[in-house]
């Protein structure tokens, strides 16, 4: 079987295929300028302090996905488009923020792929709190680093492995 290609990622194919895999039950939406991407789990734990995002997509994303768990706030933006430009520049496949981005034209724009819970304006506080690289829960979903997740514009899966089909 051939691994899947992250352009060509459709996430009820991958249900049908792979029962057993995990959706994340909450209302995502697409600000990405890419619709459907994947790749292994790299995670940061946050709340309304986006330093340890700054941290991670200045580092080589290798294809990964930077899944934030910022608490699900929706009182501040946790990304916007200059740290979604860094992420690009250092090779991220995307990012999935559990919380809000703002600059969203601009994001729209960027070869990445974004989802979050919504948009907000105000930038978060920047105290150099948070974890990275750690076990976090998104809407119920354990979602662990090296795991690989599958989004598009259908929903957010997580495989405790990279699928084929």
Not at 116 to 130: D, I, M, T
């Amino acid at each position: 079987m051939a691994t899947l290609d992250p352009t060509r990622i459709v996430t009820p194919d991958i249900c049908d295929a792979y029962p057993d895999v995990h959706a994340i039950q909450a209302p995502f939406a697409r600000f990405g300028g890419v619709t459907a991407f994947a790749g292994p789990v790299r995670t940061v734990t946050c709340f309304e302090d986006n330093s340890r995002v700054r941290e991670a997509v200045s580092e080589p994303g290798d294809g990964a996905v930077l899944v934030v768990d910022g608490g699900g706030s929706l009182r501040c933006a946790m990304l916007g488009d200059m740290l979604a430009e860094k992420a690009v520049a250092n090779g991220w496949a995307g990012i999935i923020m559990y919380g809000c981005v703002r600059d969203v034209d601009v994001l729209a724009t960027l070869p990445i792929g974004i989802q979050a819970l919504g948009r907000h304006p105000r930038k978060s506080h920047k105290r150099g709190e948070g974890t990275r690289d750690i076990a976090v829960d998104i809407a119920g979903t354990d979602v662990r680093p090296g795991q690989w997740l599958y989004a598009d514009n259908n929903g957010i899966l997580i495989a405790d492995q990279e699928l084929s089909l």
